[in-house]
């Protein structure tokens, strides 16, 4: 079996995803429903390799390999020889589903199938599938390139071989594998979002200014970014759908999505991604 890597989703985190994967050396196979999205996305690790010339850390010749290594692809039959595919689509279940029950019956029968949702249970993703011991959750970090972590959640399912082999991997790609078990948010968005959610809630209370909320939690809490500013980074749609995720989960109230948030989602201000979210861009 080839050492071929898979990705579905080449937005963001796919494309990401699939040029760190090119760069340990494995041959990517990188999937979307439509060829512009993957020119998009070609063209974003291209940019971003590029940075990496520019600075001397990368050779041209090196990027040209690197890229080289990434075939793209409208059809998900093209993963059959994947020995591991990572799943990068929208963060809903529904749609996340449909990917897994098809990869399913397309890969072979010990591939391992993993999903860089940020909060979505990877249980209920395995079960969909005929191969629940093989299923993980691989969660990176944006931007994927720049950040080291890789959280890596077992479903209830997920055998201590794929844990291993997953964790191996991760390694290999020179990322940081921190373990946790599946719960709603893992650990970074069941920290983090209520944070973000709670910051929300001090602007739409008047408490302060989004300037100074931001500029609290940067210059005392050495925060690299304020949390509004982390929220416009991040989306506010994904945002909503991981405090979604966490109020379902836990049914506990502190988890309620701030109606500010609510407010900006149904207006389409979704942050840097749409021109305007907490802030102008």
Not at 248 to 260: A, E, N, T, V
């Amino acid at each position: 079996m080839s050492e071929t890597f898979g990705v579905v989703g080449a937005g963001t985190m796919g494309n990401g995803i699939a040029q760190v994967a090119a760069r340990a050396g494995f041959d990517v196979v990188l999937r979307d429903v439509a060829d512009d999205f993957l020119a998009r996305g070609m063209a974003a690790i291209d940019k971003s390799l590029q940075r990496d010339v520019d600075k001397e850390r990368l050779t041209i010749d090196d990027k040209q390999t690197i890229v080289g290594r990434i075939r793209t692809t409208t059809n998900l039959a093209d993963l059959r020889d994947a020995i591991i595919v990572v799943e990068a689509v929208t963060e809903q279940l529904a749609v996340k589903s449909e990917v897994f029950k098809a990869l399913d019956a397309i890969v072979q029968g010990d591939a391992i199938l993993a999903s860089n949702t940020s909060s979505i249970s990877i249980t209920k993703l395995a079960a969909i599938t005929q191969r629940p011991d093989k299923v993980i959750g691989m969660h990176f970090m944006n931007p994927v390139p720049v950040m080291k972590l890789v959280e890596i959640i077992r479903g209830a399912a997920t055998s201590d071989e794929t844990y291993k082999t997953v964790h191996a991997l991760t390694q290999k790609l020179d990322k940081i594998p921190l373990e946790c078990n599946d719960s709603p948010g893992f650990i970074s968005n069941r920290v983090l979002m209520p944070m973000i959610n709670e910051a929300i809630f001090a602007l739409y209370e008047g408490v302060a200014s989004r300037e100074s909320i931001d500029g609290i939690m940067k210059l005392g809490m050495n925060h690299p970014m304020g949390p509004l500013t982390l929220a416009d980074f991040i989306g506010l749609d994904v945002c909503l759908a991981i405090m979604n995720v966490l109020h379902d989960g836990f049914g506990d109230s502190k988890y309620r999505p701030c109606p500010l948030l609510k407010r900006y989602v149904d207006a389409g201000w979704l942050g840097r991604k749409s021109g305007r979210g907490f802030y102008e861009y």
